[in-house]
């Protein structure tokens, strides 16, 4: 079946415009993260969703930030007024179950932000 | 701070030699899983270890995990030039009251190249 795929893969956008990251997690897979990752860096985790469950949000970097996840599957992570250190790779990961499974990692979006 | 480190952050071999990379750690885990990651894009799952585990192998990979030293290494025998990648850690942490166990926390990793 098809892995984790996002949307867009590259992205440049003006400082202060608002962007939308979509990550469509493989089908049956009820855990999704999103984590970010700058340039040599190791990955920051950003946010969780499991199932019906409250978002676990307690890594999203500022309230500039958000993510929400329809029906249980797709999910978009919403940078407002975008600043130049926004600039990462943003990976969104699913994973078949809650306890630290092994995750499944979409190609990821580069956002570029100008 | 990083939970987990891997070290050292840069290794060069020829193409027939083993890799070792190490990794350590602060807090209890779970479990602790590696992974690979081509062009700064997407990871790729290579293994994963749990606490109770000392050693687990996977083709020409082998994971140790030491709990009392907090440490674990991956070991890439007979490295091929398309092992070229960066590495990374990721550890689990064992469950608490509305636990975080299902985060991973992931080392900044070993940038392994293997030159024909």
């Known amino acids: 079946g098809a892995g984790v795929s996002q949307s867009p893969s590259n992205k440049v956008t003006e400082k202060g415009k608002d962007v939308e990251l979509r990550c469509d997690p493989i089908s049956g897979h009820t855990a999704l993260y999103w984590y970010r990752q700058s340039l040599g860096q190791g990955l920051e985790f950003l946010i969780y969703?499991?199932?019906?469950?409250?978002?676990?949000k307690s890594g999203l970097p500022s309230d500039r930030f958000s993510a929400e996840r329809t029906g249980g599957s797709v999910s978009t992570l919403t940078i407002q007024r975008t600043q130049q250190e926004d600039s990462a790779v943003y990976l969104c990961?699913?994973?078949?179950?809650?306890?630290?499974?092994?995750?499944?990692f979409g190609p990821g979006t580069r956002l570029t932000v100008l | 701070s990083q939970q987990g480190e891997e070290d050292p952050q840069a290794l060069s071999i020829q193409e027939g030699e083993n890799a070792t990379m190490n990794c350590s750690y602060k807090t209890s885990i779970n479990n602790l899983q590696w992974y690979r990651q081509n062009s700064g894009r997407g990871l790729v799952h290579l293994i994963l270890i749990r606490s109770n585990e000392r050693e687990k192998h996977s083709g020409r990979l082998r994971v140790t995990l030491d709990t009392s030293k907090k440490s674990s290494s991956l070991l890439i025998t007979a490295s091929r030039a398309a092992d070229t990648a960066s590495y990374f850690c990721?550890?689990?942490?064992?469950?608490?009251?509305?636990?975080?166990?299902?985060?991973?926390?992931f080392g900044k990793g070993t940038l392994l190249t293997v030159n024909p």
């Open positions: 969703f499991q199932g019906n469950s409250a978002p676990d």
């Open positions: 990721a550890t689990a942490r064992t469950g608490g009251s509305g636990g975080s166990n299902y985060k991973l926390t």
């Open positions: 990961a699913s994973s078949l179950m809650e306890l630290a499974s092994e995750q499944f």
